[in-house]
């Protein structure tokens, strides 16, 4: 039984990683009808299973992030973004170190996830009405040669956000992003890359305080939902990067809407 938990937290891991829909939110509020049997190995499991969902960007951006290649002007461009990613991820290293353990205490609840889901509802709808505003106008960071280390830094700070259960780490960066006057598809592009350090940082920091101490068939659940949300991020990533090209962000920020208030509804 635990076994199909596994695959069915994989999947919405792989689904809700990249959407700017939360997907810890999900786990959690999942977690009220799926659960594993230890509780303090669920919760690591639902963070640790995001590596195979960033493994999925790796894969895609492969030949934009890879700085080994024969060509050297383009090894700089790459040196350059990841320079770039650090700046980036550097504020929520920092700050979820240290608050790491009072999020879990006091925000990893169903009723903390629906405030931030229409929290980052709400802050969706402007950021696609700055966007919209800015149609046409020259000077939209399209590419990674525009991103300045000021702009890099901002989003990185606008990543703190999803410190908060619910809001979304894709959400808050592709935001921030965009407020920052990115195109939505170099916003989205630029949330991914950036998910690659946060995510595996957080991934390796919960099995270090866990102590890698697992029973050889909690490592086997601990891969089975992993590799289920690699294979399914992988195709969502393929999905979102098309989406954005023709359509807003607005259905999601709808979604969180109504799924906030369910949530609310649920609980309260």
Same mark, same amino acid.
């Given at each position: ?12 891991? @792989? ?15 999942a977690g009220r009808f799926l659960t594993l049997s230890d509780p303090a190995f669920e919760n690591m499991f639902n963070i640790v299973i995001q590596f195979g969902a960033i493994l ?22 790459? &040196? ?21 353990? &009072? ?16 929290? @980052? ?9 700055k966007s919209s505003r800015r149609q046409g106008q020259s000077g939209l960071v399209s590419e990674p040669s525009s991103i300045t280390i000021k702009l890099a830094l901002i989003v ?7 410190? &908060? ?53 909690? &490592?086997?659940?601990?891969?089975? @939902? ?33 799924? @906030? ?8």
């Open positions: 039984m635990e076994a199909i938990t596994a695959v069915i937290l994989g999947i919405i891991e @792989g689904l809700t990683e990249f959407l700017p829909v939360s997907s810890t939110g999900h786990l959690i509020n999925a960007v790796v894969f895609y951006f492969w030949n934009d992030i890879f700085p080994f290649t024969r060509d050297k002007e383009k090894n700089k461009r790459i &040196w350059k973004l990841w320079g770039l990613i650090v700046i980036a991820f550097l504020p929520a290293a920092v700050i979820g170190v240290f608050i790491d353990d &009072w999020m879990e205490a006091h925000l990893f609840n169903p009723v903390s996830v629906a405030i931030a889901l229409i929290t @980052g509802a709400i802050l969706i709808f402007i950021a696609e009405a990185g700070l606008f990543q703190c956000l999803a410190m &908060w259960p619910g809001m979304s780490r894709s959400a808050s960066t592709i935001i921030g992003a965009v407020f920052c006057g990115f195109a939505r598809p170099m916003a989205a592009e630029f949330s991914f890359l950036l998910g690659i350090p946060t995510i595996m940082g957080a991934s390796f920091f919960k099995l270090l305080k866990a102590g890698f101490e697992f029973s050889a068939y909690q &490592w086997v659940i601990l891969t089975l @939902g992993t590799v289920v949300s690699f294979i399914t991020a992988l195709v969502v990533v393929k999905f979102f990067m098309g989406y954005l090209k023709k359509y807003s962000l607005r259905p999601f920020a709808i979604y969180r809407i109504i799924l @906030g208030i369910a949530v609310l509804m649920f609980c309260l």
